[in-house]
């Protein structure tokens, strides 16, 4: 059975060592082929990319086209790649704009996660809109290959959805015209503003960075189970059971990018507590929360525990640096100034602060510094 | 009046009158004062006035002189000179002595006796003694007479306006005061003396000294007698009756020797060793020498050789930081000119020299010919290293006691001993009990060296040796400028101590020369080393960037075949080719990450815990491969250093823990455990990197951090340079360096119960206010 969608990965490799990078995603997936080619000069690859386009509905690209390899020198693809990946990106974003091509998924891996590939995925190096994802080449081939396919295919199916028809809100985000009511007007808008002024790949990448993957109307697995309170190590099977019951009732959000990335209504959450306690879900310590759905649905869950130094079980949100549960209140806000309103603030627990590995991971709002400073100057003294 | 006075006036009637006959001819007529003008202009210094009259005794054949300076501490204090030379008659008194510029130094330039090459320069010693003090008394007796002459000279009378010969000096006959031999008293001294200067007379003199030639234990046996061609000065000083010696030549030259060797046969053939160094503290007695060339595991004794001692003074010049016992760097710098003329293994038989062995240029024992590269064990390992041991590092004599002639004969030519076997084994004896000597030595100075290599790569060290040779020049060549200027007005005592003072920062800068010279030929060896390292870390940088890409296509391609393979046995083998790949993933992300760091050149407070826990990460594979029970105990938080390079930690973790693997492989513990301890106190951060291997013997405690120790077997000559770095034993040596540069301390300590090795580094902490600094 052919398969629905088809990436071309240009990289700088020898033929057998790139069809043998992408070869496990290919086996895996019954949706998605990767087809790989040489790069080539930019005089022929900025032509030829557009004829390309008729076979392809993504393109991946290796980060360090201009450093050729030693595997394919030698080999009969002598020429020399004289373009970075970022340039054949704006190539390809700004025809696309024009509507000479279409617009197409890009994604860029790099096999090296050095710092500066690190800052070009923080999007502090290019335009903010060039690439769809930005990923360590053994991550998306390898690593977390399950997850790059879905994605790579979800990515591919929205490009081409959104470019096929008229944008209709309701059915993207999958709510009802109730439902829509119940979001923040502000998200809303911004929405259909772009949906209707920009591009494609605009709309996309809104849709990634300001929703799907940030929480706010959305929340993330981790999160639904640190507002109910569950460690979900150690509950085990029990934490499935949850989570189906939670599918079921549709808490689950359906909408696009949905396939490549699995998340929960925030508010649908909020709802369906209401219908099995009504104790308030927020104010309610981890403990409690997890004895009313063990008492309601009969599952042995596993309440998860307070992270060093943190004082409340009212778990809300997850620790930046611990992954762990956390309530906000003792937590240290991080990250810039700029959010949109109706996402959350990302906090970081004051342990994973002082035990952070990679200094550069996250930084402490200076407005939260001197709180920490001092909460901190505690720690060390009864240490 | 009396006859001789009337004698004297007729005198100088007759040559006035001898003038006025011959009226074509006139004679100088000398003025008493000359003897002043000549004293201070021939001596010039009061040490060098000295010196030349004790020149004087060695041209007098005296073997043994003693100059003491009386309550000489200030002015007008007394100093004697006494020698057994050959002494003077009445006649000789007075034609040598009495008459200027005698010229018996140029008609006998060989002293009668022993032959000696004359060491005065012609006629100075007599004014000497006027440059010196007042008066002078000269008592001198010769073997044949019963009696001594004494003469008593007042410089004082020798003014200005009187005629030279009109000067009159007491001249008697005295009791003789011993055999033969001259005393000077020099009376109402000029200068002042200090031991500093008494010193310098005897270095002034030393190059004519002969070593003692009677060994100690022939001594004690009564063996052999003193040779008399021996030249021996003693310097002393009396104060208030009281004596103490200032300088001989034991206590001046050969008692700062690096090592006295001191060696024997017996009456049976038996031959033994001794060692003796005070700056090493060693003092190994009677180590036996086997006149075998084969087997040295059993000493046999020599079948002809017998009653032979010897004893050496050895020397290793420019390594003044080898000697602890107290002689300077002008001490040996004088040493080393000695040894120019005076170095090497003399014989003598029966109490008398046999040329040419030991003179300069003769290498009768093979000691030039022979390689100085020494090799030896220490501490199981091997050590090969140059350590000088040429005739010029010697000072001594061989002594033959052969009273009845039958083991050696003089050749008819008394050029030296007629080859036989004796002379043979005699070579063999001396050659082989010097080398074992020095090779009792040379771990010490192996050890010394390497202490010195450590301190002198220290570039502070380098740089505060720059800057002072700097300034000493500036110094210097401002007093020249100086002295130009003002060099009309100098008097001639001013210029010689002017000259003095050149020569002083002359020999200051030379020496500063030297030690810097030393210092760079070690740093030059070390970035020869560090240049071969830093092409493989290139190389290494190269390899891991190439690299990096493949185990996402061999895990691509292998997962791949995984999944369609039905077969369980293939898909084990598949599993663990995976799992490998996987392992040696993590390898390389950790080397990527570590030359990427590398490259960057920025220093950085450094948080421990940052560095120690990427680090277990990306060794967790090989120490779970290896069974090591690997633990971390991060004591409190904020454990920051000062700025460093991120990699530097990844090096010293890096080897601390490949040390620890190879000492837990050793051992062979039912349970490897490596424990990993950081935290700070008031000053410092610290790590201790603990294991229960086999631990660090108490000895080499020290040791580990030197360059190329390891206990770790050498790798074999086929070797690849790979295997060869990784047992080169540079590891700790290039961690000590690291953070020696940070003022840190690397050590090895006591391990706490459960471990036995414990290596502890400290480094500066960061300051709170750094920390903070580095959150806003």
Not at chain 1, 217 to 226: D, G, P, T
Not at chain 2, 316 to 343: F, M, W
Request: glycine fraction near 4%.
């Amino acid at each position: 059975m052919p398969k629905t969608i088809t990436y071309l990965f240009l990289d700088d490799n020898d033929k057998a060592t790139r069809d043998g990078d992408v070869q496990l995603l290919n086996t895996i997936s019954t949706d998605v082929e990767i087809k790989t080619d040489y790069p080539l000069s930019w005089k022929q690859r900025s032509k030829s990319i557009f004829t390309d386009l008729d076979q392809y509905d993504g393109i991946i690209l290796d980060w360090e086209l201009t450093n050729q390899s030693e595997a394919a020198k030698g080999s009969d693809e002598v020429e020399d790649v004289d373009f970075s990946a970022e340039s054949l990106a704006e190539h390809l974003r700004v025809n696309a704009a024009k509507k000479i091509v279409k617009d197409v998924p890009i994604i860029i891996c790099s096999a090296d996660n050095n710092r500066t590939f690190s800052n070009l995925k923080n999007r502090e190096l290019t335009s903010r809109d060039l690439f769809d994802l930005t990923c360590i080449k053994n991550d998306l081939f390898v690593k977390h290959v399950k997850n790059s396919e879905r994605q790579l295919f979800d990515l591919a199916t929205v490009y081409k959805q959104l470019q096929s028809k008229t944008f209709d809100l309701k059915e993207v985000l999958d709510i009802s015209a109730d439902e829509l009511g119940l979001l923040d007007i502000r998200f809303i808008d911004t929405l259909e503003n772009i949906a209707t002024t920009n591009t494609t790949h605009d709309l996309v990448y809104f849709l990634l960075q300001e929703f799907i993957q940030k929480e706010g109307l959305l929340i993330n697995e981790a999160v639904v189970a640190a507002r109910l309170g569950i460690d979900i190590e150690k509950s085990g099977t029990s934490w499935n059971e949850i989570k189906k019951l939670l599918i079921d009732e549709k808490v689950d959000y359906k909408g696009f990018l949905s396939i490549g990335w699995s998340n929960y209504w925030a508010y649908k959450l909020i709802d369906w507590w209401k219908n099995i306690s009504n104790q308030d879900l927020r104010t309610t310590g981890a403990s409690v929360r997890v004895q009313i759905l063990n008492d309601k649905f009969g599952t042995t869950l596993v309440p998860a525990e307070r992270i060093r130094f943190c004082s409340s079980e009212e778990f809300w949100t997850i620790c930046k640096g611990t992954k762990r549960p956390l309530d906000p209140i003792n937590g240290f806000m991080i990250g810039d100034y700029t959010s949109n309103p109706w996402l959350e603030v990302e906090y970081v627990s004051a342990y994973a602060e002082l035990e952070k590995e990679d200094a550069n991971a996250w930084r402490i709002s200076a407005i939260e510094r001197e709180r920490f400073d001092k909460f901190k100057a505690k720690i060390l003294k009864n240490e | 009046m009396s006859t001789k006075e009337e004698l004297l006036k007729l005198r100088d009637e007759i040559n006035q009158q001898l003038a006025e006959l011959n009226n074509n001819s006139v004679a100088f007529t000398v003025d008493a004062n000359i003897i002043n003008r000549l004293g201070k202009e021939l001596i010039g210094r009061a040490e060098t006035g000295v010196s030349e009259l004790i020149k004087n005794t060695y041209d007098a054949d005296a073997t043994f002189v003693t100059v003491d300076f009386v309550d000489s501490n200030l002015t007008g204090g007394t100093l004697i000179i006494d020698d057994d030379g050959h002494g003077m008659t009445k006649e000789n008194l007075v034609k040598g002595f009495m008459t200027l510029s005698s010229t018996s130094k140029i008609h006998e330039p060989i002293s009668p006796r022993f032959r000696r090459q004359r060491a005065g320069r012609k006629g100075i010693g007599r004014f000497a003694t006027q440059f010196l003090g007042e008066k002078l008394v000269v008592i001198t007796q010769v073997e044949s007479e019963e009696f001594a002459t004494k003469i008593t000279i007042d410089w004082n009378s020798y003014e200005m306006d009187k005629e030279l010969s009109s000067i009159e000096n007491h001249i008697e006959i005295v009791a003789k005061q011993k055999k033969k031999g001259t005393t000077l008293y020099i009376e109402q001294l000029r200068h002042s003396w200090t031991d500093a200067q008494i010193r310098r007379v005897f270095r002034y003199i030393s190059d004519l000294l002969q070593p003692t030639f009677l060994s100690n234990r022939s001594n004690e046996l009564n063996l052999a007698k003193q040779g008399d061609e021996s030249f021996l000065v003693e310097c002393y000083r009396t104060e208030n009756g009281l004596r103490t010696i200032i300088a001989d030549i034991n206590k001046l030259l050969y008692e700062k020797c690096l090592a006295e060797i001191d060696g024997y046969v017996t009456e049976e053939g038996d031959a033994y060793v001794k060692v003796k160094s005070t700056s090493f503290q060693l003092n190994d007695a009677d180590l036996e020498i086997s006149s075998s060339k084969l087997n040295n595991d059993i000493a046999l004794p020599y079948p002809v050789l017998r009653n032979v001692n010897f004893k050496v003074y050895y020397f290793i010049y420019d390594r003044y930081e080898y000697y602890q016992n107290g002689i300077t760097k002008q001490e040996l710098g004088r040493v080393e000119s000695l040894a120019a003329e005076q170095s090497g293994i003399r014989v003598y038989r029966n109490g008398f020299r046999v040329l040419p062995y030991g003179e300069v240029g003769d290498d009768w024992l093979k000691l030039d010919r022979q390689t100085s590269r020494m090799q030896f064990e220490l501490n199981e390992s091997t050590v090969s290293f140059n350590i000088p041991y040429t005739n010029k590092n010697f000072f001594g004599f061989v002594e033959l006691i052969d009273n009845e002639g039958l083991l050696f004969e003089e050749t008819a030519s008394r050029e030296g001993l007629i080859e036989n076997q004796a002379l043979e084994e005699l070579r063999d004896f001396v050659r082989k009990a010097v080398t074992a000597g020095v090779r009792r030595i040379a771990p010490f100075i192996y050890n010394e060296k390497q202490k010195r290599d450590q301190k002198k790569t220290e570039a502070k060290t380098l740089k505060a040796k720059v800057e002072g040779l700097q300034a000493k020049i500036e110094e210097f060549t401002n007093e020249d400028q100086q002295e130009d200027d003002d060099d009309d007005h100098d008097t001639n005592s001013n210029s010689q101590q002017h000259q003095n003072h050149k020569d002083k920062k002359k020999e200051e800068i030379k020496g500063l020369l030297s030690e810097l010279n030393s210092d760079l030929k070690v740093i030059l060896d070390e970035i020869a080393m560090l240049r071969i390292l830093a092409t493989l870390g290139i190389t290494i940088g190269e390899f891991t960037h190439e690299i990096i890409q493949f185990p996402i296509f061999f895990n691509s391609k292998l997962q791949s075949l995984f999944i369609t393979e039905a077969d369980p046995k293939k898909r084990e083998d598949l599993e663990q080719v995976i799992d490998k790949v996987n392992h040696l993933d993590t390898y390389t992300s950790y080397f990527n990450d570590a030359v990427s760091r590398n490259s960057k050149r920025e220093l950085e407070f450094i948080e421990l815990r940052r560095v120690i826990r990427p680090f277990l990460a990306s060794t967790k594979w090989d120490f779970e491969h290896e069974g090591i029970n690997v633990q971390e105990e991060i004591r409190g938080y904020e454990i920051y250093t000062i700025q460093m390079h991120p990699s530097e930690w990844h090096s010293i973790l890096l080897n601390l823990y490949t040390n620890s693997k190879k000492a837990l492989r050793r051992a062979k513990p039912p349970i490897k455990k490596i424990r990993i301890i950081a935290g700070k106190d008031d000053r410092n951060v610290y790590l201790e990197f603990l294991d229960n291997g086999d631990g660090i013997p108490e000895e080499n405690k020290d040791r580990v951090f030197d360059a190329f120790f390891t206990t770790s077997s050498p790798a074999g000559i086929n070797a690849s340079l790979n295997e060869q770095l990784i047992g080169s034993g540079l590891g700790l040596k290039i961690l000590k360096d690291i953070i020696a540069e940070y003022n840190g301390n690397i050590f090895v300590a006591n391990p706490p119960e459960g471990y036995n090795t414990c290596i502890r580094i400290e480094i500066p902490k960061a300051t709170d206010e750094q920390i903070k600094s580095l959150q806003n």
